[in-house]
């Protein structure tokens, strides 16, 4: 069994995966006065979302998640890599596995009032995805409505159907956001930072919403985030990426409280103690200063022995070394060179880094 900060969950590491990236690889080519080059957002991520877990990608702005997210809701193409659906590779551009993959595959943003339609009131909002599945009559319309309310707690339903969602908190509305995405009678949410935006004292709500939702449903999530500590909170496994790059993953407990990277070791370092977790404040002190010099992602500069020197020649086939070398206390000659396969850690756990092959 996964060891996990949060003692419900049972279901066993071993379950499959239902949702896979193998190679899955992003350039994006630049304009103006970096035409030719790419930034090379997702560079060769593998990873595995398994049945009734949470995995939790981290890492700051700019590393790359917000595209991987994008790539695994089929909302961008890869450049080249896979994605599995239930083992099954999805193809983009097929309409047939689009359509066949978004039913199973929703996401939840970072700003419910962006992602619900703030013309209609959540009657309508939820009875579009729930058409899909044929046309039920009134009555049992808004008898599903009304539970699809009452299971991410907006309860009673009867009260919130006929709100328009400026009617609703913070923490509500991405409740209600939630509710529509269940509507589709997803297996996997991505929820991409869908706490970021709230009140401090709300965040906790909606992450027990979302463990709630995986333990009661047994639905698989990927829950992206910058904030380590939350991930610990909630996930069952943790990876770790870095301009393009995961570099560490693993159970979640092994990942925070075992950490191999040098990177994971400094997010963790600037994340707050855990008696201010969620609180959203940046750590203290000098971690804290030296995760912001670092970075997260690719930038535009194309000197290898920056920062993050992920911006290459168009063939986006020239990049070598680990982007953290730059900033890592431990670097050394060969990092420049290439970048490490996975290392073994024990128990799942794995590393990309030198120091640890
Ligand atoms: N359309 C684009 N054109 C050029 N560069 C892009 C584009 N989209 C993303 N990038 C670059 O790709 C890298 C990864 O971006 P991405 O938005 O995926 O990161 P992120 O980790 O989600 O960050 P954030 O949390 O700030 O959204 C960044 O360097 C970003 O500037």
């Known amino acids: 069994m996964t060891a996990t900060a949060n003692d419900t969950y049972k279901a066993p590491d071993t379950a499959p995966p239902i949702l896979e990236a193998v190679g899955l690889t992003r350039h994006i080519p630049m304009h103006g006065r970096r035409h030719g080059q790419v930034v090379r957002a997702v560079d060769g991520v593998d990873l595995a979302l398994r049945r009734g877990q949470i995995l939790a990608l981290v890492g700051q702005s700019g590393s790359g998640k917000s595209t991987l997210a994008r790539l695994l809701a089929l909302g961008d193409r890869p450049t080249s890599g896979e994605i599995r659906f239930d083992g099954r590779p999805v193809n983009a551009e097929r309409r047939r596995d689009r359509r066949r993959h978004y039913g199973h595959v929703q996401m939840i943003m970072q700003d419910p009032f962006a992602s619900l339609n703030r013309l209609h009131r959540l009657r309508y909002i939820l009875s579009r995805p729930l058409r899909n599945f044929g046309?039920?009559?009134?009555?049992?319309?808004?008898?599903?409505?009304?539970?699809?309310?009452?299971?991410?707690?907006?309860?009673?339903?009867?009260?919130?159907?006929?709100?328009?969602?400026?009617?609703?908190?913070?923490?509500?509305?991405?409740r209600a956001a939630v509710a529509r995405a269940l509507a589709a009678d997803p297996s996997v949410l991505l929820g991409d930072e869908p706490v970021s935006m709230l009140d401090v004292s709300i965040r906790l709500d909606i992450l027990n919403l979302l463990t709630e939702l995986r333990d009661r449903d047994g639905l698989s999530m990927l829950y992206i985030t910058h904030d380590i500590a939350s991930a610990r909170h909630v996930a069952d496994e943790v990876v770790v990426m870095f301009s393009g790059h995961l570099v560490e993953g693993g159970p979640a407990e092994a990942v925070t409280q075992n950490a191999k990277h040098p990177y994971t070791q400094l997010l963790l370092a600037a994340s707050p103690d855990p008696d201010r977790l969620l609180s959203g404040e940046a750590g203290t002190g000098t971690a804290a200063a030296s995760l912001a010099a670092a970075a997260g992602g690719p930038d535009a500069d194309d000197d290898p022995d920056s920062a993050a020197g992920s911006a290459t020649g168009a063939d986006g086939g020239t990049e070598a070394g680990c982007p953290f070398r730059a900033r890592c206390p431990h670097a050394q000659a060969i990092c420049a060179e290439r970048m490490p396969e996975a290392a073994d850690a024990g128990s799942g756990h794995w590393v990309r880094c030198w120091l640890h092959t």
């Open 135 to 174: 046309t039920p009559g009134a009555a049992e319309l808004e008898a599903r409505i009304i539970e699809l309310l009452e299971r991410v707690n907006l309860t009673p339903g009867r009260e919130f159907i006929d709100k328009y969602p400026h009617e609703l908190s913070g923490g509500q509305r991405q």
